[in-house]
């Protein structure tokens, strides 16, 4: 295993006990309100439109929320995640509800070799994943080789320009201190809280993670026959990405308190397989 994805699997598996506990994340929900979707899910379900029967794939879907509400709008879905812990949550939290899902360990290159090819109608992914993986180009082409002719592409993810700024200053100044491009590497952090509201600190901090412009995603998706469907740009985010800087504006939404008009703070893409 690439030592990206070595040190990255230490600090998934290390936040998952912790996510599954958090009131934010709030997994007992799914289970007491059986209709009950995740923000996320709620925030895409008009943009998704009707995914009742469609073979659809979420790729590095960690504990399952969103999977599982992929799996309550009627969709068949298989959940993929290289974190055993992940999954394990993921699937307790599937069968509390009876709601069939497929969950699969697997390395995010791996998936086609792991699910096969030209079978999906959708691969949705967003919110925290393209942030982990070090090549823009391989990620589209595991896209494009998972889904069918005519299939789609789905991602809401964290805005790359977000992801470029500094941590909140004292002077409430945004700064632009990490890579927007992708840069070979990737850059290494050390963070002992998660991005959600838990006690203690994670045992794995480290992280190596990866920035892609908007140009890169855009056009490695091209480069492999996918055509771009829809684009948009939101200011909010659906995690305090900036602390204390953001407010909470609901639906599990975090904006920029002063001129949220700043700064793009996620996006929706859609692309289509030809
Ligand atoms: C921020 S979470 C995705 C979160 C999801 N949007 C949610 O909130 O439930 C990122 C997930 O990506 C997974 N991951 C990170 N790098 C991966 C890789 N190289 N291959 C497969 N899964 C990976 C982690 O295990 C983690 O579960």
Redesign the pocket.
């Known amino acids: 295993m690439d030592e ?2 070595f040190v ?2 230490a600090n ?1 598996e290390s936040r998952v006990d912790h996510h599954v506990a958090s009131n934010d ?1 709030g997994v007992q929900r799914f289970v007491d309100e059986p209709a009950r979707l ?1 923000d ?1 899910v709620t925030f895409d379900r008009s943009r998704l439109g009707d995914i009742s029967g469609k073979e659809v794939v979420h ?8 999977t599982l509400s992929l799996a309550r709008l009627g969709a068949r879905v298989t959940g ?4 055993p812990k ?1 999954l394990a949550a993921a699937r307790s939290l599937a069968a509390a509800c009876e709601q069939p899902v497929r969950y699969v360990e ?4 791996e998936a086609p070799a792991v699910l096969g090819t030209n079978r999906f109608d959708l691969v949705y992914t ?4 393209l942030c ?2 070090p090549d823009i180009k391989r990620w589209a082409s595991v896209v494009a080789a998972l889904l069918r002719p005519g299939g789609r592409l789905f991602i809401r993810e964290t805005h790359p320009m977000l992801w470029a700024l500094d941590d909140p200053r004292p002077d409430s100044l945004l700064a632009v201190e990490y890579p927007y491009f992708e840069v070979a590497g990737g850059t290494r952090f050390s963070e002992a809280i998660s991005y959600v509201e838990h006690e203690g600190e994670i045992s794995h901090p480290e992280t190596i993670g990866f920035n892609h412009g908007l140009g890169e995603i855009i056009t490695a998706l091209m480069r492999v026959g996918m055509e771009l469907t829809a684009f948009e740009e939101h200011d909010s985010v659906p995690y305090r990405a900036l602390g204390d800087q953001m407010e909470d504006i609901g639906g599990g939404e975090f904006r920029l308190r002063d001129r949220p008009e700043r700064v793009a703070a996620s996006y929706t893409l859609q692309a289509v397989k030809h």
């Open positions: 990206y994805a990255n699997r998934w994340y995740s996320v790729l590095q879907c960690h504990i399952g929320t969103d993929l995640d290289f974190s992940a697997s390395e995010l290159y967003g919110v925290g994943a982990w993986l």
